[in-house]
């Protein structure tokens, strides 16, 4: 069995500043892990993956995340948020019968 | 671009009158699957196909129907649309999933979704 918590419905960052979204997950088997943005009215788009090569990932747009297996976490980071970065955040973990579990999402919220 | 299209982008039926919605992709990909996704929620899994094999969610309402002619088309129907059936509706596909023994087993590979289709029932 797989699933997966997003600590934050909600983040409020200002402009310039870090972010940081939490994500912790559970697995029986060596997880995947993803995150996929979603902005308004559109589907969501792959911003970086871990299958167990680099413990750090990069990925689009200056997010990066790190894999912390006796944490069981996922995090998502910036050192500075964009206006554009205002969106919503799904952590998702896959791995064995592949279905995807997405955590319920966290909304950033990106004050100018 | 390869790329998962999504038609029409906003949908509005009639309570009770059937819509489908269509779905197309140049990934050839060989796992196709239809999430509904409401307001403020994460994407629900409805169903999924690995080539042709139909695989049903447990709770997806029989009021929801899907067709795979070929690899590349998916289509959803919605037989007799209710006002709770308003929601995004997003394809995705994936590649490189395998069958083994205990069946459907992924590889860590990411899902690559549509636009998606924004259904409103009047």
């Known amino acids: 069995a797989q699933s997966v918590t997003q600590l934050d419905s909600h983040v409020s960052v200002s402009e310039g500043t870090p972010v940081l979204l939490r994500c912790n997950y559970s697995?029986?088997?060596?997880?995947?892990l993803f995150w996929y943005v979603q902005h308004p009215n559109k589907g969501l788009q792959l911003l970086l993956k871990y299958t167990s090569a680099a413990t750090l990932v990069k990925g689009i747009n200056g997010f990066e995340a790190e894999f912390k297996k006796s944490e069981t976490s996922f995090h998502l980071t910036k050192p500075s948020a964009h206006m554009s970065d205002a969106a919503e955040y799904f952590c998702v973990v896959g791995r064995g019968s592949y279905i995807p579990t997405f955590g319920r999402g966290t909304s950033l919220i990106v004050h100018p | 671009d390869a790329m998962v299209i999504q038609n029409p982008r906003y949908q509005v039926t009639q309570f009770g009158k059937p819509v489908t919605l269509s779905c197309s992709q140049t990934l050839n990909h060989n796992v196709m699957y239809w999430y509904q996704q409401k307001s403020s929620q994460a994407p629900k899994l409805l169903f999924h196909?690995?080539?042709?094999?139909?695989?049903n969610e447990a709770d997806t309402p029989d009021n929801f129907q899907s067709r795979r002619p070929n690899t590349s088309f998916c289509f959803l129907d919605i037989r007799s649309p209710g006002l709770g059936d308003a929601a995004m509706y997003l394809c995705?596909?994936?590649?490189?999933?395998?069958?083994?023994?205990?069946?459907?087993?992924?590889?860590?590979?990411?899902?690559?979704f549509g636009p998606g289709t924004r259904l409103t029932v009047t």
């Open positions: 697995s029986s088997y060596s997880p995947s």
């Open positions: 995705a596909t994936s590649t490189m999933v395998t069958r083994g023994p205990l069946g459907l087993a992924g590889a860590g590979y990411e899902q690559y």
């Open positions: 196909y690995y080539d042709k094999d139909f695989n």
